[in-house]
């Protein structure tokens, strides 16, 4: 094991974990380590998936899911929009197929930006234990939604993610309206 209690938490071990694939990542981190990670952590591990879908071209906006248990990650992703040209490939459902087939009701969703109306959909219809939300400075509406459907939502904002989505939606409106309305909207 690489990452164990010992180890400091910084960016630099979160950007490995972001960047690592899930099922390598009990190679990585033992379980003490897991266990340390608080939600900030795993925020934070959402928040810098975004960024590697920004510097691949891409929406940023990433999700990390993991065990409420065991507090390990079984499930991340990024908005893959323009990088596999897949209109519903968001941060949660990236999320969610990289987790499979899993009882959702036992783990908890941390997503880097208020869910559009699918992926809130997604999240009720799986059975999530919690939402946790990086931002909804930039956009938000779903979480009443959310939490009708009994799904609690936690807003746990980031502040490099708020500046990051604001900076992006500025450069790249036409995008930011396709991801979340589809194409025809951005060429009206």
Known sequence: MLLSNQTELNDDVLRVIAHMPTRSLSVLMDKTFAARLSDADFMRIAVLLAEKSLDEGGCPIGAVIIDNTSRQIVGKGHNTLVQENHPYNHGETSAIRDAGRIDFSKTTLFTSLSPCQVCATLLYM?????????????ASGTESL????????????????IKRYARFRKDNPDLDLEDWRGLSAARK
């Open 126 to 138: 799986r059975g999530f234990s919690r939402v946790v939300v990086g931002d909804v400075t930039n």
């Open 146 to 161: 959310l939490q009708s459907k009994g799904v609690p939502v936690q807003i746990l904002e980031d502040q490099q993610g």
